[in-house]
């Protein structure tokens, strides 16, 4: 008698296969939107990502001769190019725009400054010509040739994003610089004109010109890493109306924040994740925080800052009917010392766990099954895909 997978059609095998080749661990490579349970996930797909997703069709594509074939015609899915420094003005890619007509993903690290203008323009004509827009844009871009604090240049928008038409449909966009880098910026005139179909949308290390307004109608996700010697922004014009998930962080003095929070509480009754990663002190949550963010269900904040006993975020604790569901300590060296800390400050029910990034390494771990009596020792592993625990409470 054969096996049950021997009557399976071919339709459901090939579903199978697409749904292994999209899949990371998880939300799709391909993904574009995220919950508060796929948030930190999310956030971390980058180049080793890249890396497992390659591996992966490498060991599919040895299952049989009809799996290879297949695998072997979504090639260009996800695209990465990397122009290395010792590729100067000459960037090496092995296919021209004409070639990839299915991009869904596309990914540029560039380490070069010479580099950029053609590794943009040749972005520009792939994203021009492909049969259907992709989902997904991340530009990793090198350091300017000047020393930081010498260049008075402002590299423009035009510099760094591709040249694309309101027509674009891409979803998501990435745009990171080294830190301390302080001659890049973006112009929030091009993304509303040129990317207002972005649902995520990320912009790390680059100067943001603050007297232009952000008008995104889809964005469920907004990532701002600022530098430290950043110009505070001004969000009065911003209309964000579906945001859903705000990761902010930098060396940023606490008036900033609490100027970001109040730009926040129009969004407030919608907001499921907020991650507040601030290199400098500030003092606590304001006391209505909880009253106001009634959808909140995952608050990440900086480990010096939990630990901190002068710290008065918990001076008001959320109610137990409240939907928040996890707590995100970030380069948490002592768990131990994290859950004496907390103990004196947190108001525990068993519907709330604890998210660790263990040390610099990036791996994260769930401490499930708070007590009044403080933390359970047990830590699992997590890629960053957490239970998603939002139920209503008794």
Known sequence: MGAPTDCLPVEIWRDILLFVIESDVGPSVFATTCTAS???HFMKQGNNSYIKYMRRRATLRRVCHAWNEFIMSTNRWWTHVHASVHSRQTVDLSFTPEQSPTVKRLSMTIEDHDCVLPSANWASDLLQRVQVPPAIYDVTLPPCNVPPGVCHERHEPCDILPKVSSRMALRS???VC???????TISFSQLNSNFKNLVSLSI???IILSTEELTLPHLELLHIA???QAI??????WNLPRLRHVY???YLAAIYLETFLNFLRRYASQIETLFLIMCQPWYGLPHDFWDSFTALQMLGLQYDVLNSHSWGGWSVTPPRTHPFRYLVSMSVTDVVAMGDSLRSMWTYHEEVGLVIENGTNGE???IEGIKEDGWKPKMTKSDGILPNRRQSLD
């Not at 505070?232 to 014009?237: A, E, H, I, K, N």
Request: with cysteine; hydrophobic share 40%.
């Open 226 to 228: 600022r530098n430290w």
């Open 232 to 237: 505070p922004l001004s969000t009065q014009g």
């Open 178 to 184: 080294p830190i301390r880098i302080l001659c890049q």
């Open 173 to 175: 966009l990435r745009v």
């Open 364 to 366: 994260y771990y769930l």
């Open 248 to 250: 902010l962080d930098g």
């Open 204 to 206: 790390c290390n680059l």
């Open 38 to 40: 796929t948030f930190i």
